[in-house]
């Protein structure tokens, strides 16, 4: 099921007396820890409170503009120390500092702050500068609300640690150039924002904040968190939580390569076969079709893209992934080292790895130049990843998992489910250790007389919905096929086990 999207509001903190051809604005470093765009720069922001309704507002066309502002004021306030209010011209710093601390030990709650201490707000100091909400192959999603808000010349932002990690004044193209090299991930409405004050402080700003229609509130279907890395997530019958299989496009100024076209439905693959056309129509020719697995959410889509956009689209894959498809006919075989190159500008090489445990032919895609991974379905933004057995095997996954980690130089994984990841060597090690937990508790379980599948799940899996015991029964024999490789357990039969009786790994 699609997350519904939360009331949220976004301040672009412009620094007064700025140069108009090349302002300065204010963004944050979100934290890692944050299921929701961690490690991502992006503006102070956050989900409006309920009391936001009941802050006053001059000015504002209509109530749910006042809120949105009231909403945005105060994540100001808790994010920067920034207090965008009327009638606190004459607060010091330390007077500040003092009614922030009112309203996180909720002594004072927002509205009841400004109330007490003779303060307002006003619509007019809130330009309204788009709508955007978070696409659905996120697990949290947002209905965000951007305001543009001069910062008041007395007053200095700065992060409050929690959520944010870190902040900075610093030029639009500054900022823009740094996302071009690759030093920063931004979401959408952020490189919209960028883009946008790189070219001045127009007297049609605000229009060309608006120009597009994803401002309004319109589904975002092409996402570049990085440079000629696009994500077009297509909606597919996978397993939940995830609704959509990201479909990722890389391209240079000459050549395109699609991977993993995952949608069944029609209207989904035309959207995708739409999208690509475009770049085609600027002077692009396809490459191939790239599949990272067999699996039927990533390659579903094949055979009506290349209907679609004609004759001479050839299909890459693994061998083994060749081997287990129906109706779908791989042209070219991608083994283990194997580069993909895209030339042009710019020239981008991706060194195939083959990463199997997931699925015998699975194949990751590193750009060693921008330390990009596409990891397919062997990690993911959302949900988690089955090891189903005999397609999916357990040590050979421990074994993907420890290569990926000793690739150097990884800033963001880009998985098959769900946004990108920004911490990639924690993001694998959580992985490896969440699963050795989890089998530690199996062997422990085993040993304790549990000798079925389901009788594990019972002892193991209290986390998990009773809806998806049959999938951790998979998993646990999945698990139980590595620990019988490492003669720790002895299988009775297919389906019955038993702790091995010289067992050498010790309780823990």
Known sequence: MVATPKDAAAVILLRQNTDATNPELYWVKRSYQLAFLGGFHAFPG????????????RNAPDQTT???????ARELFEELGVLMVHGGETLTKGQ??????????QRLPWPELLKHYGLHLDADDFAFAGR????????????????????????????????LIDGEWITAREAYNRWRNTEVLVAPPTLHALTTLAHGLTSDLLERFLDVPEAHGQTVRRIEFYPNYISFPVRTPTRPPATHTNCYVVYSSEEILIFDPGSPYEDEQLALAQFVKGLVNEGRR?????????HPDHVAGVNPLISTLGTGVIVAAHQQTAEGLNGIVVDQFIEDGDTLRLAGNPTIHLQALHTPGHARGHLCFHDRDRGILLTGDNIVGLGSVLIDPPEGDMRKYFNSLQRMKSLGGLKVLFGGHGPPMANPYAKIDEYINHRLEREQNILEAIREGAGTAKEVVARVYT???????????????????????????????????????????PLQ
């Open 463 to 505: 986390d998990v919905s009773p809806k998806a015991h049959a999938m951790a029964e998979r998993a646990v024999l999945a698990h139980v096929e590595k620990l019988e490789a490492e003669k720790l357990v002895t299988r009775l039969g297919n389906e019955q086990f038993r702790a091995a009786p010289t067992d050498p790994r």
């Open 46 to 57: 956050g989900q409006i409170d309920e009391s936001d309704s009941s802050a006053e507002v």
């Open 66 to 72: 006042a809120t949105m502002i009231s909403g945005a």
């Open 286 to 294: 396809i490459k191939a079709i790239v599949l990272t697995h067999v």
């Open 132 to 163: 955007w909400v978070t696409p659905p192959v996120s697990p949290r999603r947002f209905d965000t609300w951007f305001f543009l808000v001069n910062c008041p010349s007395k007053q200095e932002p700065h992060v409050v640690q929690g959520e």
């Open 96 to 105: 500040r500092e003092s009614l922030l601390d009112d309203m996180n030990s």
